[in-house]
């Protein structure tokens, strides 16, 4: 579970947000815009993101609040699954990341693994919808959905990119450190057992 001052900062800047996407009067505008900096506030008190960089995160976002979607594209072969180095922190994860806008999941998840390892893939099953602030994941400023994306190889060879500078394929013993934001060791042990019984239904929260 994520820290309670994280949540109640979400939750906060949420409220601060849909405020902001329907209100006309002046007065509710900057009451809006007041909530939004006390949500930066309370997360630049406890990270090391400063206040400034915060509320202009925070004010990127436009529209009604709803969670950011992530997929991680989960390729199996000779019962090894498929991760790549990010160099940001130099763990391992699932390839993947954000879903554009106009990307269907299937879309975004064989792109993000061809981007990031060098294969080419077939969606062919959503083996997971994961509520991240409920999985044991480092606190980060923004509320998402993880989808965990089952894909069979079709093509492609292994080639790092921008972000990444490792791709291997690992035995379920064998799972080097990870990059927790991302992708955490209960998770891929999970993942495996959907490898071995391909009948279990799709996990969700």
């Known amino acids: 579970m994520i820290p309670k001052w994280l949540d109640w900062a979400q939750r906060l800047n949420a409220v601060a947000q849909n405020g902001l996407t329907y209100a006309t009067n002046p007065y509710d505008i ?57 160099k940001v922190d130099g763990g391992w994860t699932l390839p993947g990341g954000w879903v554009d806008i106009g990307d269907s999941p299937s879309d975004a998840v064989t792109r993000e693994i061809r981007e990031e390892s060098g294969y080419k893939t077939r969606a062919v099953k959503m083996l997971a919808v994961l509520d991240r602030n409920k999985h044991g994941h480092p606190a980060f400023i923004y509320h998402l959905y993880k989808l965990f994306i089952l894909c069979e190889l079709t093509g492609g060879a292994p080639c790092c990119s921008i972000e990444t500078d490792g791709v291997e394929f690992f035995a379920e013993d064998e799972i080097p450190n990870l990059s927790v934001g991302r992708v955490t060791r209960e998770q891929i042990a999970r993942l495996f057992e959907h490898h071995r019984n391909p009948d279990l239904p799709t996990d969700f929260d």
Do not use: C, W
């Open 30 to 86: 900057e009451r809006f815009n007041q909530i939004r900096e006390i949500a930066a506030e309370v997360i630049a008190e406890h990270s090391d993101v400063p206040f400034e960089r915060t509320l202009d995160l925070l004010a990127r976002e436009d529209g009604y609040m709803t969670p950011k979607i992530d997929v991680r594209g989960v390729v199996f072969q000779d019962d090894k699954i498929l991760l790549v180095k990010e």
